[in-house]
């Protein structure tokens, strides 16, 4: 009959989400969709519809997430009855179950859509189907639908306070544990806990393959469990044998849970610190070790203090890396975290097409949705693009970077060369000190590279490196500001300029210097040039000076200004033009009322036309105070200028002035931290740890790359959370 006849599926119907036949193939499923779950109430899937077997987990997710309440966003406007009305953002003080969707512009109720299910269906779907959106008499239905002390929200809310508190839960009063049992438990978990964040600052791996009882080595966790145990006979009493069998807290998912719940709190305090101000992001991707695609995400914002704070948030994978994709990731991502657009203000991201396309780009796509989020493209990036481009124009530039590689791989490749370089680099040095002049170990390599063509193209670039190195370092720095970042840019350029008119006979002598005391030749500036392996009958009749000094020095100092110019094309737009004038350098002698007028235009959702008129007043009091004050005589930067407005308290008395410095601040410069997150991804995620969960690895990376918040963390936020992320044998 079992050939005829199918059992029919004991989880429910097939077509609900999280459905499944096996508990390993549900698990996996119920992972997938509490990690995709939608915090915007209006795009979310009906409780009804998830299996019954995992609306549970569902709900807990849910509520240790809270209700949606985007505070910061800016609520559009409905004309009902002939008057315009929108939502009012202080109902979410008074109301703490009540939720906004920003895509339906409507309210929802966090614990009916929860709960309203398992009670009889009466009333209305206003605050769970469609939404409420009669604004008119929002406060009044509101407490309507809260109702009397037995109305379906109430027994929603109930219900909702009974799934967290698990002391109500049938298994706890089942399994009646001790007082002492208690104790142990929390000590238990207070052990793995302190483990577990030890590891993460580390950026160790947890397991091993073999974590038997005979193995040598059962993996960081263990062992250090087991060190904790050996050194302290209090936690020895509850851990590893002594602990409970199915309570040793030891299995990779318990490892995993703690993880998430690290996570999640270092996350939540840095969204605290976002709060309702204005932000950019910066995003980048790039593959993992698992030749996975991922996605990393920098939140940049300015704290109370006037600090400019960029924040690392996370990677996501994303399975292609077209703008439709990571304009989805980032979507998740804003409305997981309550975070609105409307208060966007920057996008930082890399030249490349899917990012900046004017067409179907990412940039393009966020603008279209806040049109106040203005573009603003790598600086570092632009600046190195700059320089390959240079490198690759030129012959004998290119020739010197072939001959360099060339021998680092030579010396590179053999052991018996490393050590002859490092003998002949320990005789330099120990020269060195008997005669009080320390070298460094590019001058063994430039020893190697002992035809003169290469070491005057290889002078040449130099010089170039290293007026633009110190430009690199200085942009890549988190709390750089945009009017610095264009100031260093325009400082570059006018060193070249003047290398290129007067640095010749300098780069010169120094080179001649250097090769005479490494017995390199040195040719003859005045002699006739002869390319090397070339006849001399038909060579154009030239000086080496003219070759080194006008068709390669001043050729490639020519090319690499260009290259500038073209790469940093929009330092001339009116937005950071106008954005200069707020720079505090010299006594405000940048200051430009007009401008400065203009640029709050730019902001038409931060400044309307009553805040125009009253910024144009401001603004003379506010360059009469400054120019006047000791205060401010000695600021390098809007950075400095922010910092000391809200130290003396003059933030608040010139507010606009103060809303445009933040502006201005809040502007990326360079996608340095992301590319920092992906660096420090290669030490997480490596050959041996290659098969991390997407998940685990985002989480591993947020700790570690936010050391500084983590650190700030106490253990019991970090157990209550992991209590709370489902049912638990142990309690608190």
């Known amino acids: 009959m079992e050939r005829f006849f199918k059992r029919k599926s004991s989880l429910g119907s097939s077509d609900s989400v999280g459905s ?27 409780m009804i519809e998830y299996d019954t077997n995992i609306r549970d987990e569902v709900r807990r997710a849910y509520l ?100 967290m508190n698990q002391n109500t839960h049938i298994e706890t009063a089942v399994s009646k544990h001790s007082e002492q049992a208690r104790m142990a438990y929390r000590r238990c978990l207070i052990a793995s806990i302190k483990c577990t964040k030890f590891l993460l600052r580390q950026g160790l791996s947890f397991r091993r393959n073999d974590e038997s009882a005979t193995s040598s080595n059962k993996g960081n966790y263990l062992e250090l469990l087991q060190f904790l145990a050996d050194n302290d006979e209090k936690v020895k009493e509850v851990v590893l044998e002594n602990a409970p069998g199915n309570l040793k807290l030891v299995a990779p998912k318990i490892q995993k849970d703690i993880v998430n719940a690290c996570a999640g709190e270092t996350l939540d305090v840095i969204m605290s610190g976002l709060k309702d101000r204005f932000f950019s992001i910066l995003v980048d991707e790039a593959r993992d070790i698992s030749v996975k695609e991922q996605m990393a995400m920098v939140l940049r914002y300015v704290d109370d203090k006037g600090h400019v704070i960029e924040r690392f948030v996370g990677v996501q994978h994303v399975t292609d890396t077209t703008s439709s994709s990571l304009k989805d990731a980032i979507d998740l991502f804003f409305s997981s975290n309550g975070l609105s657009f409307s208060k966007l203000r920057g996008q ?86 008997e005669n009080d002049c320390l070298i460094t170990g590019e001058v063994c390599i430039k020893k190697q590279v002992s035809n003169v063509p290469v070491t005057h193209d290889g002078a040449h670039t130099t010089a170039i490196l290293g007026l633009t190195n110190d430009v690199s370092q200085a942009l890549q720095k988190k709390d750089q500001e945009i009017v610095n970042a264009m100031a260093l840019v325009k400082s570059c350029k006018e060193k070249l300029h003047w290398m290129r008119n007067n640095g010749f006979d300098a780069l010169v002598e120094e080179v001649s210097s250097f090769c005479d005391k490494h017995h390199i030749d040195v040719p003859t500036m005045d002699e006739a040039f002869v390319l090397p392996g070339r006849s001399r009958r038909n060579a154009p009749i030239k000086t080496n000076r003219h070759h080194y000094r006008v068709e390669l ?39 430009d009322k007009q401008k400065l007028l203009r640029l709050a235009q730019f902001y038409p959702q931060d400044f309307s036309d009553g805040d125009l008129l009253a910024l144009d007043d401001q603004l003379e009091l506010y360059i009469h105070y400054v120019s006047s004050s ?103």
């Open 20 to 46: 499944s036949r096996t508990s390993s193939s549900r698990q996996s499923e119920l992972d997938e969709v509490l990690a995709n779950l939608q915090a915007d109430p209006g795009l979310g899937i009906r």
């Open 64 to 163: 240790q997430k809270g209700p949606c309440q985007p505070r910061g966003h800016s609520f559009p406007q409905s004309n009902i009855s002939g008057l315009n009305r929108r939502f009012i953002p202080q109902w979410f003080d008074e109301f703490d179950w009540l939720e906004y969707s920003v895509s339906k512009d409507a309210a929802f109720c966090l614990y009916c859509y929860l709960f309203k299910s398992n009670f009889e269906q009466v009333g209305s779907e206003a605050f769970t189907g469609v939404g409420f959106k009669n604004w008119k008499k929002g406060r009044e239905r509101m407490k309507v639908h809260v109702g009397p002390v037995g109305s379906v929200h109430n027994k929603a809310r109930e219900a909702a306070t009974n799934l």
């Open 348 to 433: 930082g991201y890399d030249g490349a097409s899917n990012m900046r396309g004017e067409l179907k780009g990412l940039k393009t796509k966020i603008l279209r949705e806040q049109p106040c989020a203005y573009y603003v493209h790598c600086f570092a990036h632009q600046l190195q693009l700059a320089l390959v481009a240079v490198a690759k124009k030129n012959i004998d530039i290119a020739s010197f970077f072939t001959t360099t590689n060339s021998v680092v791989n030579h010396v590179g490749a053999s052991c018996k060369r490393r050590d002859a370089l490092r003998a002949q680099l320990q005789e330099e040095l120990v020269i060195a000190f």
């Open 553 to 591: 020095f001043i050729y490639v100092i020519d090319e690499q200004l260009t290259e500038l110019d073209d790469r940093f094309n929009e330092v001339n737009t009116e937005l950071l033009i106008c954005l200069a004038c707020l720079s505090p350098n010299d006594s405000f002698v940048a200051f």
């Open 630 to 732: 000791s205060d401010f005589s000695d600021l390098q930067g809007i950075g400095d200028l922010a910092k000391k407005m809200v130290e003396i308290r003059m933030h608040r008395a010139f507010n606009y002035v103060y809303l445009l410095i933040t502006l201005a601040l809040v502007l990326p410069v360079a996608t340095a931290s992301v590319e920092r997150a992906f660096s420090v991804m290669n030490i997480i995620k490596g050959p041996l740890r290659n098969k991390m969960g997407d998940q685990w690895l985002s989480d591993s990376l947020l700790v570690y790359v936010e050391k500084d918040v983590f650190d700030c963390i106490e253990n019991e936020a970090i157990m209550l959370r992991f209590q709370n992320m489902k049912p638990r044998r142990g309690q608190l």
